[in-house]
């Protein structure tokens, strides 16, 4: 790579001490959030911070499990939670949290950047640009509308009908790049706002992806954090025809 | 074939150095003609008024005056003030184009009864795909589409259509120029 820049030995320091303090940051929040049940979230915290409990019940054990049961050590660390008490809770399911949702997360948001960096780089430009992110919201809530509409006047056709889940592939498809792309602009805002020096363009998405990680898991807020950077991402995505460098020109149909 | 005065330093007459002292400072002689080049040297290593010349043309004050303003191209006042103008004006707009859509969503789950409707809708589709893909595999008769309203129809078209318009109109806001892309 041409542009690779050689940091410092502080810059570097700075970095990992950023992502370190982000990934436990992110730990303690996960923790916050099974710690509080939030019952306004309601199955989205299950799905993004594990099971509440640390211990299952001896009688929701499937017979025969306790040969793979490997929760001595969870069970040496776990307190109960003062708000909401329905069991033990172990620190160590924050950092689950962290292990699964998050490492997806960032594996796909890395993985998009190293497939795709041009289309990447012209997304991330145009957020970056005068209004970005608030053109970006509000084309993504555009889209999104668009796709409603969409997957609903498909829904009364027969030959159609099949297209449903194409589109709502295509879309999934398109927030993940999107997300992506976000990640990678936090964290230029990093680099350029902390002032944390030259880095490697997928140390700064790193370091992006973990803060909408743990945006995600604020209790209460983390859903619509979340969601605002699914449909930023999903505008900045459609705004910029998927990154490309033409963007939306019709100058080829018209000869 | 022009005589080469031979009285001359580098074989080359004053008049026609002088008009060379351009190119040759520019380093243009040497890349087109070297054989005139090295004679321009000669000849600027003996006369002493050509070689002022060459030192006022070498000059940076003379060089930068010699210099012609580029013209600016026509889109430069537009972007200057694109430039220029503030985000939030351009934030406030972004919104207000989401106005239309937002009755249209308001009369479609208004229409459909509310959340409840639009979530039934959202579970019947779920439920069709289920059999659809059961009639593929000739597990099931076909599932019956439900008869749309005509309404409803319309404000599904009207609501995709507004989408893809003020889409439109927010992909150009806060775009740099096709040349600017390029550019980049």
């Known amino acids: 790579m041409s542009e690779t820049v050689q940091p410092s030995g502080s810059t570097r320091w700075r970095w990992v001490i950023a992502i370190a303090g982000l990934a436990i940051i992110g730990v303690l929040l996960a923790l916050a959030d099974i710690a509080l049940n939030a019952p306004w979230l309601g199955p989205m915290s299950d799905v993004v911070v594990g099971p509440p409990v640390a211990v299952s019940p001896l009688k929701e054990r499937l017979p025969g499990s306790d040969r793979f049961e490997r929760t001595r050590s969870v069970q040496t660390f776990t307190f109960i939670s ?174 | 074939m022009t005589k080469v005065p031979a009285d001359q330093p580098g074989g080359l007459a004053c008049v026609r150095a002088r008009v060379l002292i351009e190119s040759y400072v520019d380093g243009d002689l040497a890349a087109t003609d070297p054989d005139l080049a090295s004679r321009m040297k000669l000849h600027l290593a003996g006369c002493e008024d050509c070689r002022r010349q060459h030192e006022q043309a070498v000059s940076l004050p003379f060089r930068l005056k010699a210099l012609r303003a580029p013209v600016p191209p026509a889109s430069l006042l537009g972007n200057v003030m694109n430039a220029v103008r503030p985000a939030r004006v351009e934030s406030r707009r972004a919104w207000t184009l989401l106005i239309p859509e937002a009755a249209l969503v308001a009369f479609i789950v208004w229409y459909l009864s509310g959340l409840e409707g639009l979530a039934s809708v959202a579970s019947g589709t779920v439920s069709d795909l289920q059999v659809l893909l059961n009639w593929g595999v000739g597990a099931a008769q076909p599932p019956s589409i439900p008869v749309a309203d005509v309404f409803l129809l319309a404000a599904l078209i009207a609501l995709a259509i507004t989408a893809a318009y003020h889409l439109s109109i927010l992909s150009r806001m806060g775009a740099p120029s096709l040349r600017e892309r390029r550019r980049a």
């Not at chain 1, 012209?122 to 957020?127: F, G, N, P």
């Open chain 1, 82 to 255: 003062p708000f909401r008490p329905r069991g033990p809770i172990s620190p160590l399911q924050g950092l689950r949290a962290l292990l699964s949702n998050g490492a997806a997360l960032i594996f796909i948001a890395l993985a998009v950047l190293v497939v795709f960096p041009n289309q990447a780089r012209t997304a991330v430009q145009r957020l970056e640009g005068s209004g970005g992110p608030v053109i970006a919201i509000a084309a993504g809530v555009a889209t999104a509308l668009l796709v409603i509409a969409a997957l609903l006047l498909l829904r009364f056709t027969l030959i159609f009908l099949v297209l449903v889940p194409v589109l709502a592939a295509v879309v999934v498809a398109i927030a993940l790049f999107g997300i992506a792309c976000v990640a990678l602009a936090l964290g230029r805002l990093m680099q350029t706002r902390l002032r944390f020096g030259a880095a490697h363009p997928l140390v700064a998405a790193l370091a992006g992806a973990l803060l909408v990680f743990d945006l995600a898991l604020i209790p209460y807020a983390g859903i619509v954090a979340l969601a605002v950077v699914t449909i930023a991402g999903l505008g900045i995505v459609t705004l910029t025809r998927f990154g490309s460098a033409s963007g939306w020109s019709f100058r080829d149909l018209n000869w």
